[in-house]
Nanobody
């Protein structure tokens, strides 16, 4: 599975941004997809994830109520709508996919290159 994320940029605090992640290749086996982020000097952290079939989603506490993850199966595309952005949301955001059934917060096998999100205060 190949993943390509886009949609990052510079936004003011309180603003919104939508990230997209296009999946290609052996997508019929995908069990879940997720978004992760890594800020300078910090470890990569889980942001949100969604099962590729069904409605189950999961969010990090820090983004609950502000971010919404969704998918378009027909387009093999994952989205992350980010609202009420804060300076601490500044990071490189990466999308990931996994084939194996399990906890969708971790265990991802396929990763795309990240897209930079910068929130100015």
């Amino acid at each position: 599975v190949q993943l390509q994320a886009c949609g990052g940029g510079l936004v003011q605090a309180g603003g919104s941004l939508r990230l997209s992640c296009a999946a290609s290749g052996r997508t019929f086996n995908v069990y879940a997809m997720g978004w992760f982020r890594q800020a300078p000097g910090k470890e990569r952290e889980f942001v949100a994830a969604i099962r590729w079939r069904g409605d189950y989603t999961d969010y990090a506490e820090s983004v609950k109520g502000r971010f919404t993850i969704s998918r378009d199966n027909a387009k093999n595309t994952l989205y992350l709508q980010m609202s009420s952005l804060k300076s601490e949301d500044t990071a490189v955001y990466s999308c990931a996919a996994r084939d194996r059934i399990g906890n969708i917060r971790s265990g991802y096998e396929y990763w795309g290159r990240g897209t930079q999100v910068t929130v100015s205060s």
